[in-house]
């Protein structure tokens, strides 16, 4: 079983439109989470960090739900330029990161 | 800063042949790791430091080496390349094993 598993997609929305991406872990004792954005033959770059409380960096709100163990990201109101393929992350006590294999998003004008 | 750099952006090597990877960070970074990215796989992580002079194995280590003599350096060598080992490598480093990672932009491997 993967370590972290999220829905390839492709999710194909309008500008505009509200979308959210769910991803799972597997290790109950996973310490860190992230969502990384990665575009086309590029580097991951951060996009942003998962708290347990939840957080909001403008358009973009990320959840942690433990009991259940998920992450999930929401983008409201994408812009063409949030076409990207999303990572899910979860870090361990191990100092090893895990990353799932990515979310594909095309936002379409 | 120049953050995290990756030399070659890409090669091309022949079955057998042996090559290092190049990665250097310039942000005083404790950690650094080594990850392969592979259609519908995902990031794979092969080795990492937690710091210089210790290095541990990832999820997929075989057929890769690693030192890290400074904190700034942490190359990867390919003792024996083979068409298995065609990917992308990328380089990361973070303040600490579970903080942010920054990565590097990559470096192109094909295996013939």
């Known amino acids: 079983r993967k370590e972290v598993e999220q829905d390839p997609g492709p999710f194909n929305v309008p500008e505009g439109a509200t979308v959210a991406f769910n991803c799972t872990y597997s290790?109950?004792?996973?310490?860190?989470f992230f969502w990384y954005r990665q575009d086309c033959r590029k580097e991951p770059k951060l996009l942003m960090s998962?708290?347990?409380s939840g957080n909001e960096d403008g358009r973009f709100t990320a959840q942690l739900n433990r009991a259940s163990q998920y992450i999930s990201l929401l983008i409201r109101d994408s812009k063409l330029s949030d076409s990207a393929t999303y990572l899910c992350?979860?870090?361990?006590?191990?100092?090893?990161?895990?990353f799932g294999t990515g979310t594909s998003l095309t936002v379409i004008p | 800063n120049a953050g995290v750099t990756q030399t070659p952006k890409f090669q091309v090597l022949k079955t057998g042949q042996s090559m290092t990877l190049q990665c250097a960070q310039d942000?005083?970074?404790?950690?650094m790791s080594w990850y392969r990215q592979d259609p519908g796989m995902g990031l794979r992580l092969i080795h990492y430091?937690?710091?210089?002079?210790?290095?541990d194995q990832g999820e997929v280590p075989n057929g890769y080496n690693v030192s890290r003599s400074t904190t700034e350096d942490f190359p990867l060598r390919l003792l024996s390349a083979a068409p298995s080992q065609t990917s992308v490598y990328f380089c990361?480093?973070?303040?600490?094993?579970?903080?942010?990672?920054?990565f590097g932009p990559g470096t192109r491997l094909t295996v013939l």
């Open positions: 290790n109950s004792a996973s310490q860190s």
């Open positions: 992350v979860a870090a361990n006590t191990g100092n090893q990161f895990y």
């Open positions: 942000m005083n970074h404790e950690y």
């Open positions: 430091s937690v710091g210089a002079g210790i290095t």
């Open positions: 990361a480093s973070s303040y600490a094993g579970f903080n942010t990672q920054y």
């Open positions: 998962v708290y347990s």
